[in-house]
């Protein structure tokens, strides 16, 4: 079986993600919360650290892979000949041309803003 | 079989039956039967069923043990699936009326009966039989009585196709998610200490649809009218198929 027909690897990954995505969510509140009547100044100092950059890299992967196999699975659901007939293989295509669009722009706009 | 009931006892039933019948009918259309049913006795939707048949002999739909045992009177009461034949009009009825339709997500054949073709390739899938490797013994294969215990709850099964045609995940890729019914089977021979296939059905369900299409809506659970628990067996699959990445 190969690693990415693997429904078990992508369960994991998901997971995986999200987890990550919620602890890094968790501490920047934690950060907000911490820091009242917090300025611009601080704010941009906070995500100029080598390690909070890190951090965000990470989850903007965490984002880019969750979204992909998660739109995967909406779109394998929906999307098939069993609802859409004949015309479910263009629909399905163009769905997921435009996922990889959106995901692909995010992912590059944030890391140059990050960066 | 009304002719033996007091009349006094009797009340009319609005029952509001699909009907289709390819080789007459360009599409399928609702029809509205009025039956008396007892006033004093609850009988099941599958009675019902025998009374409508005698206004409307053309009408349609399997049954056989009228016990829930075979499993062939499965069909969607007032918009939830079951067996006909174990549904009392108490339960079933709501507002004074009974609807009745075939499982969906299955071809109809004709009017309450479905082709479970698809629901049976996808049972065959998993091999629901005993694989052994080892030399057959004397006798029998023994399982201790706690062997045994674990499998209650899961041969219980009478493939009457209930959860799986409530199962939307089973609606959108029947012939690639197995569905819960194949899914409970799987796991009834996965559980069975007798079994000697373990891996190579577990390595049949490591695909991403055959199980991981499953996502939990628990459809399955609600309308199994053996009262079994699809969700639980897959979730006890997907737990072997994750511990075993690890070691
Ligand atoms: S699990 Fe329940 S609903 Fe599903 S086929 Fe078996 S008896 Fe019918
Ligand atoms: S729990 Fe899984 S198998 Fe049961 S109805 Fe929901 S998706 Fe289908
Ligand atoms: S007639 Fe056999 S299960 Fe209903």
Request: proline content about 5%; aromatic content about 12%; hydrophobic content about 40%.
């Amino acid at each position: 079986m190969k690693f990415l027909e693997s429904g078990t690897n992508e369960f994991l990954i998901i997971r995986a993600c999200a987890l990550f995505m919620f602890l890094y969510g968790v501490y920047l509140i934690y950060f907000v919360v911490s820091n009242p009547g917090m300025d611009y100044l601080l704010w941009k100092s906070f995500f100029e650290g080598l390690v909070i950059k890190v951090f965000s890299t990470l989850f903007l992967i965490s984002f880019a892979v969750h979204t992909w196999l998660g739109t995967w699975a909406i779109g394998s659901d929906y999307f098939t000949p069993a609802r859409l007939g004949g015309f479910s293989k263009i629909v399905y295509v163009s769905y997921r041309f435009i996922c990889f669009l959106i995901v692909l722009i995010v992912f590059i706009w944030s890391l140059i803003i990050i960066w | 079989m009304s002719a033996v009931i007091p009349v006094s006892h009797l009340q009319t039933l609005r029952m509001n039956i699909y009907r289709f019948n390819p080789s007459i009918d360009d599409k399928p259309y609702m029809q509205d039967i009025d039956i008396e049913v007892p006033t004093d006795k609850d009988i099941m939707v599958l009675d019902a069923l025998h009374l409508a048949k005698v206004k409307d002999p053309s009408l349609s739909y399997r049954s056989s043990c009228r016990e829930g045992v075979c499993g062939s009177d499965g069909m969607n009461i007032n918009g939830k699936n079951g067996l006909a034949c174990i549904m009392p009009l108490s339960e079933a009825i709501k507002r004074n009326k009974l609807t009745l339709r075939p499982m969906p997500g299955l071809p109809v054949i004709r009017d309450l009966i479905v082709d479970m073709k698809t629901f049976f390739d996808q049972l065959e899938k998993v091999q629901p039989y005993l694989i052994t490797k080892s030399k057959n013994p004397e006798k029998e294969r023994v399982q201790s009585p706690q062997e045994r215990e674990s499998l209650d709850g899961l041969y219980e099964c009478i493939l009457c196709g209930c959860c799986s045609t409530a199962c939307p995940s089973f609606w959108w890729n029947p012939d690639k998610f197995l569905g819960p019914a194949a899914l409970l089977q799987s796991w009834r021979f996965i559980a069975d200490s007798r079994d000697e296939a373990t891996e190579e059905r577990l390595d049949d369900l490591e695909d991403s649809f055959s199980l991981y299409r499953c996502h939990g809506v628990m459809n399955c659970v609600s309308v199994c009218p053996k009262g079994l628990n699809p969700t639980e067996a897959i979730s006890n699959i997907r737990n072997k198929l994750i511990s075993r990445k690890g070691s």
